[in-house]
DNA sequence: GGAGTCACG
DNA sequence: GACGTACGTGACTCCG
């Protein structure tokens, strides 16, 4: 048959599917000889999974692998330094590209590759040609080098995403269309293929003079009347280089290619053929499951080359997920089972479905289990069928056990020592299960392991790792909930429906963890998941589920005075613009000032709104002579977000919190939030409590403890420029430390060579403002704003301090060298924060830079507190005490107040302890206390 | 849903 | 000498 109108050509990116095969899939070996496999059997299981996937509009009718003949090709004589700065192929995958073009055709898939191309250029030509003859092409692939071609009738598909590139994704990417694509590659440069582009210019700058000039050629031609300097130098002294880059990002689509379309008709596999090959490497799982599929027997593999060759982690991540197969466990004997499964396993996944996100509110609604890959079920209890009406006539679904006897026979399983749970953030289910008395542990937390793993790289949500790591988008919570106002609650969803979702949850996080157990050790991080990541998971439950009172009272009643304050700052405001107009929006507010009141200087942004934040508000404030109106204006704006905000995000949003079963505010920590270590609190975030403004502080006042008790805060004093101390091995700022006076001012006596007894308070605002910057990698332009002062005497005082510390320099120099040869920095206890960006160019350098300068210094801080909090409920277990929040340096407890004093020497001595032994600090870590009735006394 | 703004360490 | 920049978060409001 001839290839023309109605033929979809699928042209799959061979070396795409190798490299995402090996970097999945842990390096595992043939059994009979040692041959290292891992990235043919992930080859294969894609491959697979591709011939076998229904996609039911864009079936394909014809089909080809392309793969990169060598790494010689045309672009080496054009640029000899042309992917020169690629990284030697591992050595365990390189004898395994042969077997890969050997499984290809073994799945009678015809496999193209020519000397002299890249695979990119065959499926560039292959596209074309496609298209010329009438039929359409999707491409399997995410490599952005073909995104070119996309448009026409051709396509592309995201294997691991399972997500079309269209026009739209290629817009979103590169800020233009397919056909200026390689125009804006061309600028850009590509630092892992070594294309040299233009210097400091991205994608985003390429981006934007492409669309103002329309083409590559003719910005090369008027490059002169680029009106930023840096840019134009870019362009007319690279020129040539820019020309030789665009010939090397882009595609021939003309290459002689002796390969005929009608070749590339789909055809069946040979049983013989591919069953062979596949008992040939051993593949177990596939071998069963292709034999399956085409309907023969699976072939026995040779009992002397060894039965098992697959580990458990190849089989989490080649087994497939088959949602017919989980059971539905609706009585006690089928739960009895399960129990008794588990119990030789010694391990399950568990998962629960509620209906809230809010495990403080949610109802129980099942839960799900899982002993091994594919192995699952779940227990439907709280389903409910038919619409709450008037009388909430609702029933309960047929065919569940009762919450009770479920949990009655879970619990001591879950409670067992000897069996481990393993859960995807399991705390939120650690909680929902506490509140029914059962207390699961020893735990385990796939979203952890990938945290302590791969920080900075990735999120760690189960639907992204199982994506990433499983290959396998799991059921979208959407599909069953919907969204927007027609969301139901997971008890309406119907039990069918149900158990394929849930149990899959538990399917998808016991693979993780079959895949993560070993890649923790390998990644060198099992030391800090064991010590600051899984045992913080039960003390950040207890606190979020003890909560702190806060009086609803006190909120309201700042509430209304807010409210009063504002309107009256509103009816001001309006006059003086002489135009009623929304003080809320900075867009309305920006055109009152700089365009109604003239005031001169408006920046716009890149939305084309002015700008208007507080310091820009603040500047205005001081034009009292030219603009007394715009002064004014600016002045009473301040005070007016100053309430906006905090009426808004505290009074009103925080009495919303209050949980009306326990009277307190429960907020709930995310430990993977930040990349750095560190906690983020959310819903509400309570670390982020005002305390800078008088005005602010107050809201601490509604912070309360209850009759008999205090609040007591403890919190680290300095600890970042401790630890920086520590690191950069400065032996004056650790004599100050250790001396106990004052950073600050010592620091502007060194600088400013004024004695200590003779400091002025604006010297040590300057000294203080500088010791903060060095912790965020300081630059000029950011002292100069901060203090707003001239760039240039900021810059005189980074260098007077460099001079007088010279130790911080070469901390930061070579931070950000080992960042740059290893792709992440560590803190002094071994957090892992990956630096992805670290060798990028452009301001995003300057970004990722300082990010890995400062990541070390919060992070060790944070792993500082973490192990703080870790010990801490054993050291005050026999106290009348809670700890209740961590604000980055504090912890806050609620105590008897009698027993208060011991609380503060004890926990104190948790925190000043809790480097050692692992580190030992060079500067004491010192602890300061407070307490009082309300958080704003304790503090 | 992104941008702007602002609260914290 | 000039690109554009302080590090890390979360919540709220506007507005297309």
């Not at 048959?1 to 970097?23: E, N, P, Q, V, W």
């Not at 793969?67 to 004589?77: C, Q, V």
């Not at 073994?106 to 010329?132: H, Q, W």
Request: hydrophobic share 45%; charged share 25%.
């Amino acid at each position: 048959m001839t290839f023309g109108k109605g033929c979809h050509l699928h042209l799959i990116d061979g070396s795409a599917f190798i490299f995402r095969a090996y970097h999945a899939l842990p390096p595992l070996t043939r059994k009979s000889d040692g041959l290292p496999v891992g990235a043919v059997a992930g080859f294969c299981n894609l491959l697979w999974g591709e011939l076998t996937t229904t996609r039911s509009q864009e079936a394909p009718t014809h089909l080809a692998v392309i793969f990169d003949a060598g790494s010689i090709t045309f672009r080496n004589e054009i640029y000899p330094e042309y992917k020169a700065n690629r990284p030697e192929l591992p050595e365990d995958l390189r004898p395994q590209f042969a077997f890969t073009r050997e499984a290809t055709r073994a799945f009678n898939v015809p496999c193209i590759e020519i000397d002299g191309y890249e695979a990119d250029d065959i499926i560039a030509t292959l596209s074309r040609r496609a298209r010329e003859a009438g039929g359409t092409v999707t491409i399997i692939s995410s490599d952005k080098d073909l995104m070119q071609l996309v448009g026409n009738g051709v396509d592309m598909l995201d294997p691991m995403k399972n997500k079309r590139i269209g026009l739209d994704e290629v817009f979103e990417k590169f800020g233009v269309a397919p056909d200026r694509v390689v125009d804006v590659q061309a600028l850009a440069g590509d630092s892992v293929d070594n294309v040299p582009g233009a210097p400091g210019i991205g994608i985003k700058t390429a981006a934007l003079l492409i669309n103002e000039f329309g083409s590559l050629e003719s910005l090369l031609e008027r490059a002169g009347e680029i009106p930023q300097p840096k840019r134009r130098e870019a362009l007319v002294n690279n020129a040539d280089l820019i020309r030789i880059s665009k010939r090397l990002v882009a595609l021939d689509a003309d290459m002689p290619l002796d390969v005929g379309l009608e070749t590339l008709e789909l055809k069946e596999p040979d049983p013989d053929t591919i069953l062979g090959f596949l008992n040939a490497m051993e593949f177990r799982t596939l071998t069963r499951r292709v034999a399956e599929k085409l309907k023969v027997e699976a072939p026995a593999l040779d009992a002397d080359k060894g039965t098992e060759v697959q580990t458990q982690a190849t089989q989490a991540a080649t087994a497939p997920f088959v949602h017919d197969a989980y059971e539905a466990v609706r009585d006690a004997a089928a739960l009895q089972a399960w129990v008794a499964r588990i119990r030789e396993r010694g391990y399950v996944a568990v998962d629960t479905e509620t209906t809230s996100l809010d495990e403080m509110r949610a109802d129980l609604v099942g839960i799900s289990l899982a002993t091994e890959a594919g192995l699952a079920c779940y227990i439907p209890l709280g389903h409910r069928t038919g619409t709450d009406d008037l009388f909430g006539t609702a029933q309960r679904a047929e065919g569940q056990m009762a919450e009770a006897e479920a949990l009655a026979i879970l619990k001591p399983v879950l409670e067992d020592p000897a069996i481990l749970k393993i859960g995807q953030n399991m705390k939120y289910d650690a909680k929902i299960f506490a509140r029914r008395g059962v207390h699961v542990a020893p735990i385990d937390d796939t979203m952890l392991m990938s945290y302590a793993m791969h920080a900075g790289l990735h999120n760690h949500g189960m639907d992204a790792l199982s994506e990433t790591y499983l290959g396998h988008v799991p059921i979208p919570i959407k599909s069953l909930l919907g969204s927007g106002k027609a969301q139901v609650t997971f008890d309406r969803v119907p039990v069918d429906q149900a158990v394929r979702y849930a149990a899959e949850d538990a399917d998808v996080t016991l693979r993780l963890w079959q895949l993560f157990k070993p890649m923790l050790h390998k990644a060198r991080v099992t030391t800090v998941y064991e010590t600051l990541e899984r045992p913080l998971v039960p003390v950040l439950a207890d606190m979020e589920m003890a909560g702190i009172q806060v009086d609803r009272d006190t909120l309201s009643r700042m509430s209304n005075a807010f409210a009063q304050k504002m309107a009256g700052l509103e009816a001001e405001i309006q006059e003086i613009a002489g135009e009623p107009f929304n003080v809320g929006s900075p867009k309305q507010l920006g055109e009152v000032l700089f365009d109604r009141l003239q005031v001169p200087g408006g920046e716009k942004g890149k939305t084309g709104a002015y700008a208007t934040g507080a310091d820009i508000l603040e500047d205005i404030t001081t034009l009292q002579d030219a603009h007394p109106q715009a002064a004014r204006l600016a002045a009473r704006v301040l005070d007016w977000r100053q309430l906006s905000k905090l009426k808004s995000t505290y009074t009103d949003a925080l009495q919303d919190h209050i949980n009306p079963e326990t009277g307190r505010v429960h907020t709930s920590y995310s430990i993977t939030g930040a990349v750095t270590g560190r906690l983020s609190s959310n819903d509400p975030n309570l670390q982020n409590i005002p305390v800078r403004s008088e005005e602010g502080r107050r809201i601490r006042e509604a912070f309360v403890a209850p009759r008999g008790r205090v609040l007591v805060s403890l919190d680290y004093s300095q600890i970042e420029l401790r630890i920086l101390a520590h690191v950069a091995d400065i032996s004056e700022l650790q004599q100050a430390f250790r001396q106990g006076v004052d950073i600050h001012a010592l620091t502007a006596s060194e600088m400013f060579n004024v004695p200590l007894d003779q400091m002025t308070s604006d010297i040590r605002r300057k000294a203080k403002a500088i010791n903060f910057g060095v912790i965020y990698g300081i630059s000029g332009f950011g002292l100069a704003r901060n203090l707003r002062i001239p760039r240039a005497e900021a810059q005189g005082f980074i260098d007077r301090y460099f001079e007088r510390f010279p130790g911080i320099r070469t901390y930061m120099s070579e931070t950000v060298k080992s960042a740059q040869a290893a792709g992440y920095v560590q803190t002094l206890f071994g957090r892992k924060i990956n630096t992805p960006e670290i060798n990028a160019k452009g301001p995003t350098a300057g970004f990722a830079k300082r990010a890995a300068i400062n990541a070390p210094i919060q992070g060790t801080a944070a792993d500082v507190i973490r192990r703080a909090m870790i010990r801490m409920p054993a050291a005050i277990a026999d106290l009348p005490a809670t700890m209740l929040l961590q604000v980055h340096d504090e912890l806050l407890f609620e105590v008897d107040e009698d027993a208060a004093a011991t609380l503060v020497a004890r926990a104190k001595d948790v925190m000043e302890g809790a480097a050692a032994p692992a580190v030992h600090f060079k500067v004491p870590l010192i602890v300061e206390a407070g307490q009082g009735q309300t958080w704003a006394a304790a503090h």
